[in-house]
């Protein structure tokens, strides 16, 4: 999806591949709870979901939980608030290991 991977200015491919989102786990968007910021974060899909058995790309924001992770902005580990699992960037991904 076009929408999934650009969000207005957001190169949400560039964000994902910043050492800021992480190196594990499927490319959610996220909040930060201390500053508000919006960031791609990679996330294990245990700790995001409130069901990990089920397929990451059929997951919707009511399925998601929260996570921590470092905000640069705040300088340090906090709380993000997953808002959805970033579909296209993983089929992205999947493509690109296949």
């Known amino acids: 999806m076009s929408s999934d991977i650009e969000h207005g200015e957001r190169d949400l491919t560039a964000e994902l591949a910043s050492p800021a989102a992480g190196k594990v786990g499927i490319p959610v968007d996220a909040i930060c709870v201390g500053?508000?910021?919006?960031?791609?974060?990679r996330a294990p899909l245990a700790e995001v979901s409130k069901?990990?058995?089920?397929?990451?790309?059929?997951?919707?924001?009511e399925d998601l939980?929260?996570?921590?992770?470092?905000?640069?902005?705040?300088?340090s580990a906090t709380w993000w608030n997953a808002v959805a699992v970033l579909s296209g960037l993983l089929e992205q991904e999947g493509g690109e290991e296949a």
């Open 35 to 41: 500053c508000g910021r919006t960031r791609v974060k």
């Open 65 to 75: 939980t929260s996570l921590k992770h470092v905000c640069h902005r705040c300088g």
């Open 51 to 61: 069901d990990p058995s089920k397929d990451p790309t059929e997951l919707k924001a």
